[in-house]
């Protein structure tokens, strides 16, 4: 009993069990081997001194030297250890995965929120006034095939939030889809004022490689609302997707005022539009990492020209290991 508190104590004190499976089982194999051995090797001792192990009967072949009943006794005692090693480590394994699955479990239902959250936030009552309005404002100035062409792409945008809003993963493809027909919206909306660009790497098969549902078009819609529409000239948002360190690039980049001077302008443009949480999105891709296991980031830069002014915002989106 003694000896098995001695060995849980140095296996909590190595932090063991905090390691891979793999090198759990060969840490624990050798704690068992060299405590098994000092502890045979000190009780044969202690019995030596005493006169005890005169009185026990061993095989006569083992009864060579006192290494002698100490290899045998070793014997007897590994065994005994490696079973009740082996029952601690079966133990502790199938606990440590039912945490794991409940931590999962936990991730999983965050996620769901989260993503019904986002969801929210792309259908929300303003995005959806606002595009009625601005049709209303083309047929009242009988710009009735302007109204038609806006109309149509309005549709598909909603259409294509609906049917994408119940899926964990979407190929990157049809992310970039949404997001052409979220800014083909608002080109009709601004017009000259605001340039996009879509830059695509023709060598990347973007239906090949899956990305978490509703996740560019956030950014792609505060830089337009929070970057180029407070700028008096406007100014023009670039996508690129390329390959880079193994994994995909996404890159949203602005030639706005800046996430600094943005927040000057919050309280005036959020009467007219409301601001996607950039943080939910930002939180879905890291819960989505932890279940999925996965080497997704973002990262945000807050660009500077020459004189250390604000030269608008970049945000890189990497997904690594993302393909069928």
Same mark, same amino acid.
């Given at each position: 009993?003694?000896?098995?508190?001695?060995?849980?104590?140095? +296996?909590?004190?190595?932090?063991?069990?905090?390691?891979? *499976?793999?090198?759990?089982?060969?840490? %624990?194999? #050798?704690?068992?081997?060299?405590?098994?051995?000092?502890?045979?090797? !000190?009780?044969?001792?202690? %019995?030596?001194?005493?006169?005890?192990?005169?009185?026990?009967? !061993?095989?006569?072949?083992?009864?060579?030297?006192?290494?002698?009943?100490?290899?045998?006794?070793?014997?007897?005692?590994?065994?005994?250890?490696?079973?009740?090693?082996?029952?601690?480590?079966?133990?502790?394994y199938?606990?440590?995965?039912?945490?794991?699955e409940?931590?999962?479990?936990?991730?999983?239902?965050?996620?769901?929120?989260? /993503?019904?959250?986002?969801?929210?936030?792309?259908?929300?009552?303003?995005?959806?006034?606002?595009? %009625?309005?601005?049709?209303k404002?083309?047929?009242?100035?009988? /710009?009735?095939?302007?109204?038609?062409?806006?109309?149509? *792409?309005?549709?598909?945008? &909603?259409?294509? #939030?609906?049917?994408?809003?119940?899926? $964990?993963?979407?190929?990157?493809?049809? =992310?970039? =889809?949404?997001?052409?027909?979220?800014?083909?919206? =608002?080109? %009709?909306?601004?017009?000259?004022?605001?340039?996009?660009?879509?830059?695509?790497?023709?060598?990347?098969?973007?239906?090949?490689?899956?990305?978490?549902?509703?996740?560019?078009?956030?950014? +792609?819609?505060?830089?337009?609302?929070?970057?180029l529409?407070? $700028? @008096?000239?406007?100014?023009?948002?670039?996508?690129?997707?390329?390959?880079?360190?193994?994994?995909?690039?996404?890159? &949203?980049?602005?030639?706005?005022?800046?996430?600094?001077?943005?927040?000057?302008?919050?309280?005036?443009?959020?009467?007219?539009?409301?601001?996607? /949480?950039?943080?939910?999105?930002?939180s879905?891709?890291?819960?989505?990492?932890?279940?999925?296991e996965? @080497?997704?980031?973002?990262? +945000?830069?807050?660009?500077?020209?020459?004189?250390?002014?604000?030269?608008?915002t970049?945000?890189?989106?990497?997904?690594?290991?993302?393909?069928n």
């Amino acid at each position: 009993l003694a000896g098995s508190h001695f060995l849980r104590f140095l +296996i909590k004190q190595f932090r063991i069990l905090n390691n891979t *499976t793999l090198s759990q089982i060969v840490y %624990m194999l #050798l704690l068992n081997a060299i405590v098994g051995f000092f502890a045979t090797w !000190f009780l044969v001792w202690v %019995m030596d001194v005493t006169g005890t192990l005169d009185k026990i009967s !061993f095989p006569n072949s083992f009864r060579v030297s006192f290494w002698g009943e100490v290899i045998w006794a070793y014997y007897q005692t590994l065994t005994f250890t490696t079973i009740w090693t082996a029952i601690y480590f079966v133990v502790h394994y199938i606990s440590n995965l039912k945490k794991t699955e409940y931590e999962k479990a936990a991730l999983r239902v965050r996620l769901a929120e989260m /993503e019904t959250q986002s969801l929210r936030a792309q259908m929300n009552p303003q995005f959806i006034f606002n595009g %009625m309005n601005s049709i209303k404002s083309l047929i009242t100035k009988n /710009e009735n095939d302007r109204a038609a062409n806006y109309l149509t *792409t309005f549709s598909k945008l &909603i259409r294509t #939030l609906f049917q994408n809003s119940d899926k $964990k993963e979407i190929s990157l493809f049809e =992310e970039i =889809e949404t997001g052409k027909l979220y800014t083909k919206l =608002e080109q %009709m909306t601004f017009g000259n004022k605001i340039d996009f660009v879509f830059s695509i790497d023709k060598a990347i098969d973007l239906k090949d490689i899956k990305v978490p549902a509703l996740l560019l078009q956030p950014f +792609i819609e505060n830089a337009i609302w929070h970057g180029l529409v407070p $700028k @008096e000239n406007g100014g023009k948002v670039i996508v690129s997707i390329n390959e880079k360190d193994g994994g995909v690039e996404c890159v &949203i980049d602005d030639n706005g005022i800046g996430r600094e001077l943005s927040k000057q302008y919050k309280a005036q443009y959020e009467a007219t539009h409301q601001s996607k /949480e950039i943080g939910l999105t930002q939180s879905r891709l890291e819960l989505d990492k932890l279940l999925n296991e996965r @080497e997704d980031s973002i990262t +945000i830069i807050d660009k500077k020209n020459e004189s250390g002014e604000s030269g608008g915002t970049k945000v890189i989106i990497t997904f690594k290991e993302n393909r069928n």
